[in-house]
């Protein structure tokens, strides 16, 4: 049994209102109620409001279908925070060096889907008919472009190896000429 509740225009920017539903999601219903009853932030409110309206619309849905459902069984299975419109006003705020800022009132919107976990989850990516056949018809050990890639690598590695060798004579013939120029003067 799953059902959801939507909060919108709650007054507040959205990005504070995601530190309050990060908390909750993924928790037993009890449990979200008593972090957000202790939680000392603005969005903590409306956001317990929206969750206890999910819980009602969950209880409601079961009745209509005759199915029993404890409240205390339910847990958050998905909580969002949506940015709402922002109301610049015309009053004006300080700024430094004697400008102003126009004031501005952030809105966003919150969902909750409370859910019994009954319901079996849907299947994880990779994992599926079209996964199955898109495995099947690729080679084993390589994707698409890998034998490119690794082509291109050996090559690549071919280079930077005749790089050192050339670097390697170019150094080691300097040392056999001021060889040679010793062996002479020495003579």
């Known amino acids: 049994m799953e059902a959801i509740a939507s909060a919108k225009y709650l007054r507040g920017s959205a990005q504070k209102a995601r530190l309050v539903v990060d908390m909750i999601r993924g928790k037993r219903v009890g449990e979200a109620l008593a972090i957000l009853q202790f939680t000392n ?6 956001v317990e409001k929206c969750l206890r ?25 998905t909580a969002f925070v ?46 599926g008919k079209n996964a199955k056949a898109v495995a099947e018809a690729a080679p084993k050990g390589a994707s698409k472009g890998g034998a490119k890639k690794a082509a291109g690598g050996d090559a690549a590695q071919k280079k930077t190896a005749s790089k050192r060798a050339s670097k390697k004579t170019e150094e080691a013939a300097p040392a056999e000429t001021s060889q040679a120029e010793e062996s002479a003067t020495q003579e």
């Open 53 to 77: 309206s999910a819980i009602a619309n969950a209880t409601e849905k079961a009745e209509r279908q005759n199915v029993a459902v404890d409240p205390d069984d339910l847990f958050v299975k």
């Open 82 to 127: 949506d940015m709402g419109p922002t109301k610049h006003r015309r009053r004006v705020r300080p700024a430094p060096q004697g400008r102003a800022y126009r004031e501005q009132r952030h809105f966003c919107h919150v969902t909750v889907q409370v859910s019994t976990g009954q319901e079996e989850a849907p299947a994880a990516k990779g994992k």
């Open 41 to 46: 932030k603005r969005a903590a409110d409306p």
